[in-house]
């Protein structure tokens, strides 16, 4: 279960770089967005502009895992709300349900099949990794990552891969996905020191649709066991 807490930390800025299409939906239609950024460069200052203009984001999401030491692999399905500044849910449906919520202060990880919560703090800046930075509206591509050409893995989309500027402890680098035309993000991999990848591929994409700050609080259900930890399984 680990790997989900960290997916959260690590793909902060696929929460709130994917919603920049709204932006750059609207310079295309004025013929702003005719001509995509020449290099990596280009596209990751063009996402950063978008992203700066976002709010909130929602959207149904796919996520696979492969490789690590064990060489396991996994499939889980669900949909995803994020708000500036630090607010987000993740409502996981297959195959297992659970939920992982953070109202900006306190980051809960409910799994009802096992009666439990847990209830973290959410890091501070200066704790922060530069995917987490990105969810609190801190974070900057350009002064964050190096950018470099990668493959898609989606077809039709081109894809950057973000590699931190300061080492990170638990992932070695990003790589997104994005439509050509629209600039909406369809998938980002994250990749960890173990090996394995982490992908999330996204559809139904909403942006600034005024995602209430209600869907993020979190009342913790009767009868379950709570726990505190810094660290989640």
């Known amino acids: 279960m680990r790997r989900v807490v960290l997916l959260l930390t690590v793909l902060a800025a696929a929460w709130t770089l994917s919603p920049g299409a709204f932006a750059a939906s609207q310079a ?19 996402l950063q502009l978008r ?35 630090g607010m987000m849910r993740w409502t996981y449906t297959q195959p297992e349900k659970k939920e992982i919520v953070s109202d900006g202060r306190k980051l809960y990880l409910y ?28 974070g900057d591509l350009g002064r964050d990552f190096t950018a470099a050409a990668a493959e898609s893995v989606v077809a039709g989309g081109v894809a950057i891969k973000l590699t931190p500027r300061r080492p990170q402890p638990d992932y070695e680098h990003l790589v ?19 090996g394995g990848e982490n992908t999330l591929t996204f559809t139904n994409l909403k942006e600034n649709t005024g995602v209430s700050e209600k869907e993020f609080m979190f009342r913790i259900p009767g009868g379950v066991t709570v726990a505190t930890n810094d660290s989640p399984r």
């Open 28 to 46: 295309s239609r004025s013929g702003a967005a005719a001509a995509q950024p020449a290099t990596p460069d280009g596209l990751a200052k063009a």
């Open 176 to 194: 997104i996905a994005i439509d050509p035309a629209s600039l909406q993000i369809r998938a980002l991999t994250t990749f960890d020191r173990l």
């Open 111 to 138: 799994y009802p099949a096992d009666k439990q919560v847990i209830v973290s703090d959410v890091p501070a800046d200066s704790e922060a990794s530069t995917g987490a930075m990105f969810l609190a509206g801190r």
């Open 51 to 85: 992203y700066e203009r976002i709010r909130d984001f929602s959207a149904s999401f796919t996520q696979t895992y492969r490789g690590g030491t064990l060489r396991t692999q996994a499939r889980e399905q669900g949909t995803v709300s994020v708000k500036k500044p």
